[in-house]
């Protein structure tokens, strides 16, 4: 619904303003609890994540980028930290231009096991256990209708 | 309402999964839009507009630091650039164990004021136009039930 008028009034930036405010408030929790108990920051978890539900667990890094929403040259700086710990590899292929295939490596398997309890503990402790069931439904229709719109 | 269950439902992950990913996706198109319609980036634009709001348009950094919500640190590193691009100064204090203190510059509240109307034209396109009147009451309410939780 395309509205005449140009700017948001002020209760609309209010929302917005309480709605990204909450939102970085919430990942630096995140991250701070996910680095102290597993010693994963959050890319490298949804690096892992994405491998990790990957058929074979691996994927074109190509691919990869758009599973994570990153540039891929951020991809590419963050996959080079991750392949000296080991956690991933790479395998270049000369004859395809769709980039390196990328690997889940033994170390990141268990890297990744061991925090999925700690991660997922602490998503329901900060943000499921904020919520009514109403407002977790409510939460969730708000985020689909965003990413449709901005699908488009 | 702290629930006995340990780890969150499929549904709760998925709402969360999409609720993370769709901030990321709109954080990520604002600030490309920010950048390439005024020259500044997201962490510049959060530092001026808590500054054009602070009394005098003045602020210590440790207090500049809570309204942004930053660490200490990450504020520092970033006004050195902000200095440096002259949007803001830093007037040192040696009494005062709260650190310098931050003043607007002119440079600064004229990059801000330019900024204003394509940064809130953006967040029209991008989050008020896709949300009906009772989604955009909805996400309110779930970014305060959030904060308040969160503060706790």
């Keep these: 619904m395309p509205r005449k008028r ?3 009034t002020r209760d609309e930036l209010r929302v917005w303003r309480e709605f990204l405010e909450t939102g ?5 929790l ?3 609890r996910l680095q ?9 978890y949804a690096v892992l994540l994405a491998l990790s539900e990957a058929e074979g ?3 074109r890094s ?6 994570v929403g990153w540039e891929r040259s951020r991809l590419s700086h963050h996959l080079g930290r991750m392949e000296r710990r080991t956690l991933i590899r790479r395998e270049e292929c000369a004859s395809d231009s769709r980039g390196a295939e990328i690997v889940l490596a033994p170390a990141g398997r268990k890297a990744f096991h061991a925090a999925t ?3 997922l503990t602490a998503v329901r402790e900060l943000f499921v256990d904020a919520l009514t069931p109403d407002q977790l439904a409510a939460a969730g229709e708000v985020a689909a209708a965003l990413r449709s719109h901005l699908d488009r």
Excluded: I, M
Aim: proline share 9%; glycine share 4%.
């Design 62 to 67: 190509s691919d990869l980028a758009t599973l």
């Design 36 to 44: 102290a108990d597993t010693g994963l920051s959050p890319s490298d």
């Design 24 to 28: 970085e408030v919430l990942r630096a």
């Design 30 to 32: 995140l991250a701070t």
């Design 117 to 119: 309890v700690p991660h």
């Design 6 to 8: 140009r700017l948001p």
């Design 57 to 59: 667990n691996r994927a």
